[in-house]
């Protein structure tokens, strides 16, 4: 079964300071892994993925994701946040044991501070 | 192209109202799902179809019916409302393939009294 940790509820960081939201994973096979943001009242977006390749994911709105395989991580990143960034963030994964199903973390508020 | 299309945007029910919600895609993409969000909950996968014809449940589908009569569509019913089905209801599509994102509709908020 595969399953993702989104460790905390809610990340606060001032405007202009870097971000990190955290998840981890546990899936068979090789993973694809997923990032959505959604702000109020709207459904989720994609905002980057990874497949294979480069463990640094470039993504929309300037934001990264960092794949590491020992750790089963996937942290999306920004180097300077804005207070527009303040929105609820998924990950995702999906193996390729051939399951269609995607499994969603649970969300992480980020709240950035002017 | 629209995307994912979801109606209505807001409804209220009473208690063992029935009702449909709609979904429709236009990117001619295999998999569909329905989900249910709710605080603190994440999302919940209630129904998923892989292809016209198939669908199978989630994680949550009691209460809850779908079916997939063509690519395009997947309608998700409520058989009986109840007060625990108020929630915000989205439904999503993708390629098939592992690889791919998927795009979510814009929802629709259900309230049961």
């Known amino acids: 079964a595969q399953s993702v940790a989104q460790p905390e509820d809610q990340v606060n960081v001032a405007e202009g300071n870097p971000l990190t939201v955290k998840c981890t994973y546990s899936v068979s096979g090789n993973p694809y892994l997923f990032w959505y943001v959604q702000y109020p009242n709207r459904g989720l977006q994609f905002l980057l993925k990874?497949?294979?390749?480069?463990?640094l994911v470039k993504g929309s709105y300037g934001f990264e994701a960092e794949f590491n395989k020992s750790q089963t991580s996937f942290h999306l990143k920004k180097p300077s946040a804005l207070v527009s960034d303040s929105a609820l963030y998924f990950c995702a994964v999906r193996g390729s044991g051939g399951s269609y199903i995607p499994t969603f973390g649970r969300g992480t508020s980020l709240i950035v501070h002017p | 192209n629209a995307g994912v299309t979801q109606t209505p945007k807001f409804q209220v029910l009473k208690t063992g109202q029935s009702m449909t919600l709609q979904c429709a895609q236009d990117?001619?993409?295999?998999?569909m799902s329905w989900y249910r969000q709710d605080p603190g909950m994440g999302l919940r996968l209630i129904h998923y179809s892989v292809g016209a014809g198939i669908t199978d449940q989630g994680e949550v589908p009691n209460g809850y019916n779908v079916s997939r009569s063509t690519t395009e569509d997947f309608p998700l019913r409520l058989l009986s409302a109840a007060p625990s089905q108020t929630s915000v209801y989205f439904c999503?599509?993708?390629?098939?393939?592992?690889?791919?994102?998927?795009?979510f509709g814009p929802g629709t908020r259900l309230t049961v009294t």
């Open positions: 990874y497949i294979t390749g480069d463990n």
């Open positions: 990117m001619n993409h295999e998999y």
């Open positions: 999503a599509s993708s390629s098939g393939q592992p690889a791919y994102e998927q795009y």
